[in-house]
């Protein structure tokens, strides 16, 4: 333990060298208006968080404002933009006390940040900055542990990097080179040096508006950029960056590409009151990436695209942004239909409306008769355009009213499907473009027939691994149990992992968790066989040292090639002892109700099917209530990087430090740190012991010609002691009298008479050695001289049947007592 405790901090402290590294770099760099920006990212980027946010004191020391930020919407975790310094908020009890906040979903429930959430499972981190009031660093983690101490080293490291510029005027600070500073309200903007050569502007000839900047910008790109700088279309929900590129015209009639990256900063009363950011030259940066660099870009994404929308968004995104589209669709063809898979922008009032009427689910299915000069470019085989004011079918025109290109997707000698991307304002289509078209429409095509057979095998599988696996489990007497399972994230994802739990008679309960060796088809395949047959041997009601030996009986007569592990525990829950059975598989582990854990050293026998003479020796286990079992593959315990004792240390300490009371969260964090490699298997059990436990008493019918005299005078004095109303012990006695007489007459061996008393419910069962079950007469003639007695005792019992138990059966009647 000590050794993996090492190793544990060194991973830590390696964290946090890279962090001190990665922020000194930042901070020697010259100073930038994006800077603090950059050193919140390193939050989400080294210590893994979804959010991360700098409040400080502003115009107003009275009010924590939020200065900036990196990551999701900060309104997705009910975060304000602003805090009053003197609340409760952990905000600004941070900055106030200067000490640190970690608090997880259980100390946010009641907080208003989680009421104001649909989603409250997440942690926040508050950090102070340098001082008692001068403002804190606030990070979200989504994960259910929150952030380990290696994490949190990384924010304390980001939160001592952090400089917020000093408040004050907008005008009285000069802005970097390449930086602008635009007031959102007045039109009034502050601008670099850098950027006034951009536009072609002498510093003294500008006057600080806007809308001389505006001026000399393309008239075509100025609605876009409109877009940007107009307070309507802005609003504090969104501090994220936005990045556009657009032209400014130049003397020499050449336009300029300049690329503008810009986000809000908070104002007052929940509007943007300055737009900051930086323009640069971006020229230079398009003719950088060629066609050629952009036809290898989409095939090196398209070699690791597995999925077909996979393919789709490497086609959008290869396309639709170096050819400036407004509409790109990338669809199969089936039959006579479009199967629309990637639909860029998604949403449907942006697509004709035809499109819109044949929408199905999440995309639509465009029909190709509908679209004469679609199904012609498909049957060409080669990339069509039509430039602004051609004359197409409706369901056509609208997706490019501007210019319209149709390519179809050649695969193995037939059209795999098509992509169509469309301008809004006119396009005139270059030689060069077209040649871009038709190349990556090639890659394309081969590479949509790759991911549809994907698809198709990996949704098989999938349904087969669905199939095989518990879609619930049962509620238990006495216990609560939850399950996970991951499937690997390589090949077809599929594996030999199973998990099951089997009610058993006598308020028993086996829970068993095994792996079959491989990750195909073939051990998806034989893990549903493995577990259905443990689940019949233990119906049978076999201890659990049988049950094993069968199954490992039954693989090797199955004459496969592969071998399987399991651990099968047998729980009785109502006096809480167990026994525990192990076939080559990692062991289990106990969580105590003080909080402290054990790894089972039960002794195991070796994996089902290897062995002809196989033993599974049983090992007892004693459980108070409050206390977990954990079972596992060896998934989540072992990989490449982990042995499997340092694996099962890791999982005893994880599972101390879970919350026994929440067992689906305990589950969930167990498995955060998964290696994905191989799928994981996850049973967690808690004993919470039965609140009312049966009152149970049994006797040993000796084969004497009293027999059934000695069982009605067992069964008469133990009703008395359970006092029982006389009616209801009359009704016992008869169905005993039946089923004592019927197992002594027509079975050999041992018989046992059991009565079990729950609540208001009687249970009188009978086992012997014969697995064959009473035959109900289907009519009794009144000569015949036998098979009333089952008859008689369906008639006056509540309900009646057999099951089978270790090579015999037990036949069993019920009677409710509250109906004497």
């Keep these: 333990m000590a050794n993996v405790a090492s190793e544990g901090a060194a991973v830590r402290r390696t964290g946090a060298g890279r962090a001190e590294h990665v922020l000194a770099t930042l901070m020697a760099a010259p100073a930038s208006p994006d800077r603090l920006r950059r050193v919140l990212e390193q939050a989400l980027v080294l210590a893994g968080a979804a959010f991360a946010g700098v409040y400080v004191p502003g115009d107003d020391p009275a009010v924590l404002r939020l200065a900036e930020s990196a ?59 340098a001082g008692p009031g001068s403002g804190c660093l606030l990070a979200v983690a989504e994960r259910p542990g929150g952030f380990d101490p290696g994490e949190r080293a990384t924010l304390e490291l980001i939160s001592r990097a952090i400089a917020v510029p000093e408040s004050g005027p907008a005008d009285s600070r000069e802005p970097a080179a390449d930086a602008f500073s635009l007031a959102m309200d007045t039109g009034r903007v502050e601008v670099g040096d850098e950027i006034l050569r951009l536009f072609g502007i ?114 959008v995104d290869a396309l639709r942004k170096p050819l400036r589209a407004d509409r790109i669709a990338l669809a199969e063809l089936e039959n006579d239909r479009l199967v629309v898979t990637v639909l860029d922008p998604p949403e449907p009032e942006a697509w004709p409306e035809l499109w819109r009427a044949e929408w199905r689910g999440e995309w639509p299915d465009a029909p190709v008769r509908a679209m004469p000069a679609l199904a012609a470019a498909l049957s060409d085989g080669r990339a069509h355009v039509w430039p602004a004011g051609s004359v197409l079918e409706p369901g056509l025109a609208g997706v490019g009213p501007g210019g319209l290109a149709v390519l179809p997707l050649p695969a193995g000698g037939r059209m795999a499907g098509a992509c169509l991307i469309g301008w809004d304002r006119p396009h005139e289509f270059a030689p060069d473009e077209r040649a871009l078209l038709t190349a990556c429409a090639a890659l394309a095509g081969q590479a949509l027939r790759r991911a549809h057979a994907f698809d198709a095998e990996h949704e098989l599988v999938g349904m087969l691994q669905r199939t095989l696996l518990p879609r619930r489990l049962p509620r238990l007497p006495g216990a609560k149990a939850v399950a996970r399972y991951l499937p690997a994230t390589e090949g077809l994802e599929v594996g030999g992992d199973w998990y099951d739990v089997i009610p058993l008679a006598d308020n028993h309960v086996a829970f068993v968790i095994g792996d079959v060796q491989g990750h195909n088809a073939g051990a998806a395949t034989l893990m549903g066989q493995m577990r259905t047959a443990l689940r019949a041997y233990a119906a049978e009601g076999h201890p659990p040292d049988v049950v094993a030996a069968h199954a490992n009986r039954l693989l090797l007569d199955m004459e496969s090639d592969l071998f399987a592990t399991c651990v099968y525990v047998d729980i009785d829950m109502e006096q809480g002892t167990a026994l525990c059975v192990r076939a080559g598989h990692p062991q289990p582990v106990l969580r105590h109700p003080d909080g402290s854990t054990e790894i089972v050293q039960a002794e195991g026998g070796p994996p089902l099917g290897v062995l002809t003479r196989a033993e599974y020796p049983m090992t007892p286990l004693r ?71 049966p009152r149970r008493e049994s006797w040993s019918v000796w084969r004497v010609p009293e027999a059934v005299r000695h069982a009605r005078r067992f069964v008469r004095r133990t009703l008395r002691v359970w006092e029982l109303p006389r009616d209801t012990a009359d009704t016992a006695l008869l169905i005993v009298s039946e089923l004592v007489t019927n197992a002594l007459v027509h079975t050999e061996g041992q018989v046992r008479l059991d009565l079990s008393l729950v609540g208001d419910r009687l249970r009188i069962a009978v086992t012997d050695s014969s697995p064959r079950g009473p035959l109900k007469p289907t009519s009794v003639g009144w000569e015949a001289t036998g098979g009333r007695g089952i008859l008689l005792v369906e008639a006056v019992s509540s309900a009646w049947g057999t099951v089978p138990v270790s090579g015999g059966k037990q036949v069993w009647a019920e009677l409710m007592t509250d109906e004497a």
């Design 623 to 693: 459980l108070k209530p409050g206390t977990v079992l954990a079972l596992t593959t060896d998934g989540l315990v072992e990989s490449t990087g982990t042995d499997l004792d340092t694996g099962m240390d890791r999982l005893a300490r994880d599972l101390a430090a879970a919350d026994p009371a929440h067992l689906g969260r305990a589950a969930d964090a167990l498995l955060a740190g998964a290696h994905r490699g191989d799928d994981v298997a996850l049973l967690l059990v808690r004993y919470d012991g039965m609140a009312v436990r």
């Design 71 to 129: 990551g999701l919407p900060r309104t997705l975790y009910g975060l304000r933009d602003g805090y009053p310094a003197d609340s409760g908020a952990p905000v600004a009890e941070a900055s106030r006390t200067g000490r640190p906040h970690w608090l997880g979903p259980d100390e946010l429930a009641d907080r208003a940040e989680s009421r104001r959430t649909p989603s409250p499972d997440f942690s926040l981190a508050v950090l102070p900055l």
């Design 202 to 315: 002498a510093r003294d000839d500008f006057d600080g508006k806007v809308e001389t900047l505006l001026g000399l910008t393309v008239p075509e790109d100025l609605p876009a950029l409109m877009s940007v700088v107009e307070p309507d279309h802005m609003s504090l929900d969104s501090l994220a960056e936005r990045e556009l590129e657009f032209r400014v015209r130049q003397p020499s009639g050449v336009p300029r590409w300049l690329r503008l990256r810009g986000r809000t900063v908070a104002g007052g009363e929940g509007r943007p009151a300055r737009l900051v950011g930086t323009v640069a030259d971006a020229t230079k940066l398009r003719s950088d990436v060629t066609d050629v660099a952009r036809v290898q870009r989409l095939a090196a994404d398209l070699a690791t695209a597995g999925t077909v929308k996979d393919v789709g968004q490497a086609v």
